[in-house]
């Protein structure tokens, strides 16, 4: 009997953990096998509320757990954040298509995040320390509201011995010694032969916005440009159309499209 494609897998949550004061990463295990491809996404629902899509931030070669980290802004997300270990949630998927890591070897990559957005990048960046003799040098320029808002601060001291990593924050405490300004002001220096060069956004609509035409600005090729589109997305299948963007499905055609593919759009960054 074909499986029914709206079924969630029973999933257990067996860990919490606070990245911020609005943003958490919840630990599940799924009591089926489960994998995805970095850049994909799922559905996650909590009975009694719905479900939403969200993009794994794990390590996608680790198949017996998966981790979804979440910022509370709205009504399902504030019930997952009342959530404890020992919950049980659903999960369905994995949906789209995720960051073409073959098109990314033998090239360098600058990766450039804001806020929550680290999270599909950092299942992206596991993926690429795993191999990382197919690449080349990898930057990331990260961007947060506050010091407090940083998410995976042990995991960014770590990254730091393979990955050029820059911060910068809109507003700093009397603690702050890095870069203030918006995640662009972190690119007004990059300085470096874009001839054999990638670039990879994910944030929220206005950060990719500003990002993508500061990339431009630099030099990259709207060819080069990777975005994280994860826009109106809602069943995952390419039914329900809420997705829609000109002539593709975000959830089947995306979340992940280069920019020449998508600069022409309509309402692109509402």
């Not at 770590?158 to 662009?184: E, F, H, L, M």
Request: charged residues 25%; aromatic residues 10%.
């Amino acid at each position: 009997m074909k499986k029914n494609p709206y079924q969630p897998i029973e999933t257990n949550l067996i860990e919490v953990i606070s990245e911020s004061p609005v943003i958490k990463t919840f630990v599940l295990q799924p009591k089926e096998g489960f994998r995805f491809n970095t850049g994909q996404f799922i559905e996650l629902s909590l009975n009694g509320t719905g479900e939403a899509p969200f993009t794994p931030s794990s390590d996608p070669n680790i198949s017996k757990e998966i981790e979804v980290t979440i910022m509370n802004a709205g009504r399902l997300t504030a019930g997952l954040h009342q959530l404890k270990n020992g919950e049980t949630l659903g999960i369905r998927g994995p949906y789209g298509k995720g960051y073409p890591l073959n098109e990314f070897k033998g090239k360098n990559i600058l990766i450039v995040g804001g806020g929550v957005g680290l999270a599909p990048l950092r299942s992206l960046i596991y993926s690429l320390l795993a191999d990382t003799s197919s690449f080349g040098k990898i930057y990331l320029c990260y961007g947060a509201k506050t010091p407090q808002d940083i998410i995976y601060k042990n995991q960014i001291q770590k990254w730091k011995r393979a990955i050029d990593i820059k911060i910068s924050v809109d507003r700093a405490d009397d603690d702050w010694k890095g870069n203030v300004g918006v995640v662009t002001t972190l690119l007004n220096d990059f300085k470096e032969n874009l001839s054999n060069f990638i670039s990879i956004v994910c944030g929220p609509p206005i950060m990719m916005k500003f990002t993508t035409y500061k990339l431009i600005d630099i030099g990259f090729k709207p060819s080069d440009i990777y975005l994280s589109m994860e826009k109106n997305m809602s069943c995952g299948l390419g039914k329900c159309g809420h997705c829609r963007m000109g002539r593709f499905y975000v959830c089947k055609d995306g979340p992940v499209f280069t920019f020449d593919k998508i600069k022409d759009m309509h309402d692109l960054w509402d």
